[in-house]
């Protein structure tokens, strides 16, 4: 049987909207799938990589004229997913355009007991006197042996393997320019 | 993984242990299946009945915990039956090595033992050498302390009755799956494993990976298409952030920490793997060009010759300190650390011992947590059993910017690193996570550049150029990963040409010691080279013997998509498997995946040995580098269900580090806490929900904490399906809605009955209202030896009638705190189940 991208994508929609949905059946009518095609009709369209497991299927992501993101679907052009995706990943559009994500700098006070909107320059400012007051305190140049340590033993950092090579490649470099030691993330989990 | 995700479908057999791949890696199970549907056999062992044993053609309960005991059976079956693949054990591994006469191995104790310590003198642990330094060894395999006879010796325990009565699996489905697994031995055939959490997070777990892989080196299964040991991996760029070294015992490219020992770049490479043997590559004799190239990513031109590239600015652990999770958190737990960095993580819900772990983070001065969401961790002042009012830590909660809205490179299982592209621009005042980075650090530099400080050189002499106008171009960062020139080089020693300063270069190959290159992470080098970004590729042309696509994304190392695809060919360079070639050597040089090293293989002239970055360049089946041990041997869980190892009056692992904290509480074959409970992950969400648990579609699907039993322990409890019920371990409670299945059966362990349960772990207090919280809050501070990766998936529960608030309202007189704060006299003690939290009680 000859699939075309087209016709791929029709079938891997309504499976996937099945499994999502789950598995209530889906009423997979030629009139929905025209309204369908039109919604993603002119939208630019993106390649990106699944956000979730490690088998990094691919994914296509259509914004429309304004930048907003309109649809998500599996990518049928990828060697690995071949345009299937799993629950989640047919979910990235719900996580893109999710009305709990975080779209402000929020700040908690000590023995606050709520959250409070700033400014990313305030916070910035207030985060790095944080740093510098503790590096500065625990900054460890020899140990007790009176071996050359120079490391901050006060402050600890972690994560994150959701951010792409290049972003913890700068962050292990911060972290380690800070003389930090305590050095974690989820794959030790 | 050694190998890809779609060389699993040209596999004969393909066994799934301490994975389940169908729930959570469910897109890639289609290449398991194609590999069946060619006549492939599926082999599931879980201690449930998990959607991937559906699709097998043979699935064994195993208990969990039993791994060792089970692999280890395999291991005696293999060589019982003369089964194994005689021309690779013998040439490709460290089989035939003669072992000194001081090392033994008596009642599960290794020579070299200290109980103080818990730790061993691995002195013993050696070969025999000749006067150059190289290894006596045995072709004949038949010298009685040579690795195979001690291997065929140590085994030898492991029968069937020993196995069966300790795994609770049956006799007969243990033949079964040896047999079936077994049966890839033969050159044209070939096996691979798929393993997961399920392997690595026991106090055991390193070695249950190591068994695994003695077995596929038994068989020749390393190295070949549709074979190799793949650990299917949970995060999409976990992968990636490994290789970047966000750890604390290695810098970018697996290269050791640094540590007080070596005070200048001389000692540190005086640390670098020798080989003696001339037939052996030692790969790693090259490090000390990474750590040059890679101290001048660091430091740029401030990085010279003169001051070491600044490796005295790089900070340095003290010899033998562990600064992993469970001791960063029991540190911070005892209010050693003021100030704490978490970029999208939820400790609070993901790491074990949630109680422990949140009351930790109340002894910080300040915690800057970067995330999509609101979360457990961001918010742990105000969770359950917390008064904010008392909480004197500040928390900066910064917006970050989803996947789709930045452009940068991740790395599949596979080590396949691919280019995700910007589609949208960041959501409201959300960032990326690097742009994050760059912000903060200008910040900081600034503040040093200013006033001054403790040692301000490492911050201010940091080579930080990759903003234009304020934004991070993560193009400029893949550069720095891949490396470039730092001079212009007229003939370069590679391959004497001339390169220009600036000019990226080709690969690791082309790196030097002496600072005339800079390369952020070695193993990278060759994803971004002058051609351009190789990990944007997208052209799908597979080399069909094998499945592999090379020229979709990039591979590291060098685009090898199958790793010691040298072990894949035999002693003259041809396939042991030709219909499945990887590679295979045509006379004079290497064609197929690009070959673990263009040396000829090792039967020619200048050959050399299969097994590239080990020293002796062979396979270890004695492993010398292990903290418990040379081989695998099986212990208990922390807590287990029996009183006694069957195998050794060694109960748990003697080389795990015992945390002895207010709240760190253990038991073992305890009637408090009579049932095994396993934690793990389901197809609707993902680690600790938090990019899950916000999205309607997905909860709609997995509402809330669940917990699955037999219908035989649901009986015993008097327990229905559905009903909320409270399950207890020595660290907390919490509630779950039953799901009573026959998927899971009780286990007969030593002539006794075991019952198991088993938790997802996806839910938090914080969402989805009353979604129920993190299995977390159950699980015990304690790691494995090697990795010190928490055991999440053995530890022992009560389950109960679910306690409602007013039932805890019965006053009960509260334990002195001192009594309470008492460390217990002994590790291994039973403490008194701790007086329910007052997390309970929330509404």
New interface residues.
Partial sequence: MKITRRSFLKISGATAAGT???GLGFDFSPVESYAQELRIKGA?E?????????????II?H?DAK???IN?EGDP?H????G?????????Y???N?K??????????????K?EEKS?DW?????????????????T?K?D?G??????????????????????????????????????????? | MTNS??DIGVSDCILIMGSNAAE?????M??VLRAQEKGGKIISVDPRFTRTSAKADIYAPMRSGGDIAFLGGMIKYILDKDIFFKDYVIHYTNAPFIVSDKFDFKDGLFTGYNPEKRAYDKATWVFDRDDKGIPVKDMTLQHPRCVFQLMKKFYARYDLDTVSSLTGTSKADLIKVYETFAATGKPDKVGTMLYAMGWTQHTTGTQIVRVASMIQMLLGNVGMAGGGVNA?????????????????HIL?GYMP?VN??F?NLEKYNATTPKAVDPMSVNWWANRPKYIASLLKS?YGENGTKENDFGY???????VG?N???LF?FD??FNG??????????N?AC??PNSEKTRKAMAKL??L?D?????NET?SF??GPGMD?????????????A?????????????R???W??????P????????QI?????T??K???AK?G???PD??LK?K?D?AKDGK?D?HA??K??NGYFTEDIAEHPIDKKAYKKGTQVPNFVFLLADGRTSC??WL?SGSYPEAGNMMAR?N?T?VASCNI?PQ?GWAWPLNRRIIYNRASVDLNGNPWDPKRAVIKWDGTRWVGDVPDNAVPPMGLPNGRYPFIMRPDGVGSFFGVGMADGPFPEHYEPLECPIEKNPLSSQRINPAIPLFKGELDKYTTCDPKFPFVATTYRL?????TGL??R?????V??EPQMYVELSLELAKLRGIKNGERITIASPRGKMWAKAMVTNRIKPFNIAGQTVHLVGLSWHYGWL?PKDGGDSANILTPSIGDAN????E?KVFLVNILKEERPKVEKKPEPKPAPKAEAKPAPKPEAKPEPKPAPKAETKK
């Fill in positions: 999502v949905m789950g630019k993106t390649t990106t990589v699944c956000c979730y497991c490690s088998v990094g299927c691919g992501v914004t930048g907003k993101v998500t052009d060697p690995t997913s071949e299937a995706l799993c629950a989640k990943g047919m979910s990235l719900q996580l893109i999710n709990d994500r975080l779209t402000k700098v929020l700040y908690r006070a000590p023995n606050s007991t959250w990313w916070a910035l400012t207030e985060m790095a006197k944080r740093i510098k007051k503790s590096r500065d305190a625990s900054f140049e140990n042996k071996q050359v340590v120079n490391r901050t033993n006060g402050i600890a950092g972690i994560g994150s393997c959701h951010v792409n090579n290049e972003e913890g490649w700068l962050y292990q470099k911060f972290l380690r320019a800070l003389g930090l030691v305590y050095i974690e993330m989820e794959a030790r989990l | 995700w779609t959570n890696h469910p897109v890639a289609k290449w299917l991996r949970g995060e999409s760029n976990v992968q990636g952030i490994t290789d970047q070294a966000l750890l604390f970018p920490a007080a020992a005070d660091f005295s600015w790089l900070p340095k652990i003290d300190q600064a992993s999770w960063m540190k911070m050693d650390f003021s100030g704490f960095v978490c970029m999208g993580m400790p993901s790491g001065d300040w800057v970067i995330d999509l969401f609101e961001s002042w105000k904010p009012k008392k909480i004197k830590t500040e928390v900066f909660l910064l917006p970050a989803m996947s789709i809205e930045k452009e940068g490179s991740i790395t599949d299982s596979g396949v690193g691919q995700r592209n910007k589609a949208g621009e959501l409201g005042d959300s960032k990326a996570d690097g980075v760059h912000e903060l650090y910040k900081v600034e503040l040093y006033e400080g403790a040692f490492p911050i940091l930080w990759y991070v993560f960062v893949a720095e990963i952020g992470n990278y997208r799908r597979p696509f979709w197809t609707e969400h993902w680690q990019m899950t916000y999205q309607p579609w997905l709609e699907a969402v990795t010190m990766i928490p999440y």
